[in-house]
């Protein structure tokens, strides 16, 4: 089944502002003033669009808008939402687990629109197709989407093991980097007033289920880091942690270079936290000499039925990150469930 032509014309249509966005070049990790905002036009919603086109001249002036006059909140206000692992299909009903995907995702997108305030954007880490990362389940996800576009959402989306970076760029072309900053990789770095997001691309084989980041990436990422070492850094990708003994045979469900990676995140002492997806299991480990740990619920279906799906709001203030589950079942006992992760790191180095 082709991508709907509305979807298809919509986001073709978007990649034309994307060099409009200081997407950073390949070579390019100097840190830049709150003035040049490091954040790559992802889904850019059309009245942004709109705005773009009338008013603003390249750079990344784009963002004046949510931290000015148009602005209808103060940026310590600013919030986003943090989902993952939506799992879409082609078919709009299919279901897997006991739970329609679609309906899922639909219910969410609901809560993240009725909330009080915008949120500054949304992120979908990884896993955003059912399994093996097809043209037809991301027709069917930007149909879905489009409701934030619509609201004038900026979308951010990650890769996980069940995604295709080809089908998925041509479905979302705006997410596509001219000049990207890892080759072959789906990364990206957006900038808050108060905290730098660098989003990575854990992706090593479609549908298969270790994840691998991979020398090239982590060698971008620590001079990243270390080039935006003036505010708190937090990292996000879809893999979890994982350490096996070396001599064990057993396969790797999560990230396989994840010593590389915390090893890398602990010399840093800006860096605050590692969030990730891909066990379908909400959970925050809060840690005092290393980076905090944030394990994203899925959007969608959970191996454990006492575990609950939904979403996350997140506020990155300037001194902590606050997070708060949204449990899809409202009647679930984590449905509320508050963490507040201090940013004490910066302050106490390793
Ligand atoms: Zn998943």
Known sequence: MPPPASATVTYHFWIGFYNHGSVVSHCDVSPKPISEIVMPLHMIPP?????????????????????????????????????????IDADPKKSARGITMLDCLNRIIDEVLAEPSPPAGVIINGDCAFLRGLAEDYATLSTALQRFADADLPVHMTMGNHDDRGPFYDAFASQRADNPLVDGKHVSILSTPTTTLFLMDSLWEVNKVTGELGQPQLDWLASALDAHAEKPAIVIGHHNLQFLPKESQATISGLRDSQKLVDLLNARSHVQAYIFGHTHHWNVIEKHDEVNLVNLPACSYVFNPAHPNGWVKAQFGADQFALELRALDHAHPQHGEKHKLRYTLTANAR
């Open 47 to 87: 009245t942004r669009r709109r705005f773009l086109q009338t008013t603003l001249v390249g750079g990344a002036a784009w963002l004046a808008p949510r931290y000015t006059g148009a602005a209808e909140f103060k940026p310590s206000d600013e919030w986003w939402a943090l989902l993952s692992d939506p799992h």
